[in-house]
Structures are given as structure tokens and as C-alpha cells.
């Protein structure tokens, strides 16, 4: 195995999310194990503070060592970007990404390492300028298509991203 995909699922959905799921896929067929934790208990509380928890139960399915990649949609892209700075990784996969959390005291943060972003031009939950601000300084890769934020249209697209972003991590 040649390290972990912590697959990390956006708000009101779970670990068998069509995005997370075809990322699996293209994992398990780069030679990548993945994990995919189950945050839809601390979703209900609807509680911004509780982004933290969300963020320590990512960090906990990370192995202590080998090789990681963080990918998440939406609050699973906002946390792998927070986890990616606590726990050495490859690379972040980051799909639908919040740069802001109302409520949420911290601003977005992510470790400088290869990341690749799938953002919708037609996001009405996080403004497609957020995301090209983001990636601009950065210098990271962003792929932007006709969609919303669920990226519902583009989950193949997604896949195929992920796919060219493993290929290049060997």
C-alpha cells in the first residue's frame, strides 16, 4: 500500500457520498488504503465549534505513519485543509471548499504542499471568488466547472482530478 486517503464527506451527507466514494475508487486502484470517518454525529449538533472535533476525528483515522492525502467536499475539504497542517501529508484534495465558516473563530488554513481544488462557477454556498483567491495565492492547481455546490454533475471529473493528482505523488 503505498499510504492513506482520509476521505472526509461534506455537511448533511456521510462516508458513502458519491464524491468520497469515487475517490475510494480511484485510491484503491493507485494502490492507496482509504478511510472515510463519519462525522454525521457531530453535524447534528450544528454547532460551528464543533468544527474542532470534526477536524481531531480526521487526524484520528490518520495512520501515525506513511503516507496521507486529505481530500474532502465542503466541510470535509475545510477540515482536510486544517488537518493537513497537523499531520504531515502528500497532498490535499480539496472539492466545493469553504474558505470561511460563519461562527467558526479560525481562518481557513492548509499546509504548503501539492493541492489540487475542484470549485463550481455556479457555488451558491461558497463563492466561487473565495476558492480562485485561495488557489491564486497559493499557486495551487483549480479546476473550475459549470455546476453548484454539490458538484453533482461533475463527480467523474472529480474522480479523474483525484486520479491525475495520485499519478503525480508515484
Sequence with gaps: MKGTVILSHGLDSGPQASKVSALAEVAAAHGW????????????????????????????????????VFAGSSMGAFVSGFASCRRPAEALFLMALPVAIPDYPHPFAAAPIPTVLVHAWQDELCPVEDAIAFARGRGDTLHLVADDHRLGAHVDYCADAFDRLLRTLG
Design 33 to 68: 488504503g482509504s478511510v472515510r470517518p463519519d462525522y454525521r454525529d457531530i453535524d447534528a449538533t450544528r454547532d460551528p465549534l464543533a468544527i474542532d472535533d470534526r477536524i481531531a476525528r480526521a487526524l484520528d483515522h490518520a495512520p501515525a505513519s506513511g503516507r496521507i
